[in-house]
Structures are given as C-alpha cells and as structure tokens.
C-alpha cells in the first residue's frame, strides 16, 4: 500500500510539472507590432514586426489572408543591383528578441489579391507560428511604397538601392 501510494504521488508529481511546463513553453509569447501593407492592384507585400517575449524559440511558418489566394513568407535579396524576392523557410524568433519583416528584407508576399488594396482600408492576416499557433493581426493599407507603419516613427536609416519617394 505505502508503494502505491509513492507511485501515485510520483505519477501525479510527473502530470503536474509536465502542465507546468507545457504553460511555460506554449503560451503565446508572441506580438505583432506595426503591421502594414503597401497599396497594391494584384501583389502585394505586408510587413510587420514580431516580438518573442517568452523562454523558448519560435518560428514563423506560414502566412494567411482572406484578401489573396496565396500568402508566403519571403526573403529580398540584392542581385546585381536589382532586388529579387523568393520563398523562404520558417523565420526563428528567439526568445526576447524582435525580428522585422520590412520592405527590403524578409515580408509577407500576398499573391492573388481578390480585389485591389486600397490606402485606408485594412485586412486580417493570420500568422502560424510554430508553439504560439495561429495569431490574426489587421494590417492598415498605407500607400504604394510606404516604407513603415504610421505608429512605427521614420525608419532611421535609409537603404542603399532602394528608391524612396
Ligand atoms: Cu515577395
């Protein structure tokens, strides 16, 4: 009888600090700051800035809108001299850092628009990410070739190669 009872309470030590665990690891820690979108007849791109609060990596796997048939995340990359983009694998956020999607680098690409994007208007996006799952945030349209967000401030440095006007 003593030896069952240890082996309850061991069994139920194991369940519990295993709950512990998995509400440390899997609770969102994740945000989604200064979302938004450039205006766009047919392609466009969204960017955003995701912030890992928690204790353990995540990656961003895969994208979603209701607005186009496709979303992807992709990667920008300069070659000789003209910027080209393709699909790129999960992006790792780790733990208590921040990782910007922006024009020029890694963005959402929003391929199959089901009707223009217009500045003003605004649409969910949804996010998989790996342990935080699926997180929506609504993307604000700012105008064709708007570098950021109005609540992210002026960018502080400019990007070589890349005409802002
Ligand atoms: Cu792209």
Same mark, same amino acid.
């Given at each position: 009888m003593q030896r069952f009872r240890s082996y309850l309470l061991a069994a139920a030590l194991a369940v519990l600090s295993q709950a512990a665990l998995a509400q440390t690891d899997a609770k969102p820690a994740i945000h989604i700051e200064h979302a938004f979108a450039r205006a766009a007849p047919r392609t466009g791109g969204a960017y955003l800035t995701i912030t890992n609060t928690g204790t353990v990596p995540d990656r961003l796997l895969a994208a979603s809108t209701p607005v186009a048939k496709e979303a992807a995340v992709h990667e920008s990359k300069m070659v000789n001299g003209v910027m080209t983009m393709r699909p790129r694998g999960p992006v790792t956020i780790a733990p208590g850092q921040s990782v910007a999607l922006k024009p020029g680098g890694d963005h959402i690409m929003l391929m199959g628009l089901k009707k223009p994007l217009q500045p003003g208007e605004s649409f969910p996006l949804t996010l998989e990410f790996e342990k935080a799952g699926a997180v929506t945030v609504a993307v604000p349209v700012e105008k064709a &070739?708007?570098?950021?967000?109005?609540?992210? &401030?002026?960018?502080?440095h400019s990007m070589p190669g890349m005409k802002m006007d």
């Open positions: &070739g708007a570098m950021s967000a109005p609540d992210a &401030g002026m960018p502080g």
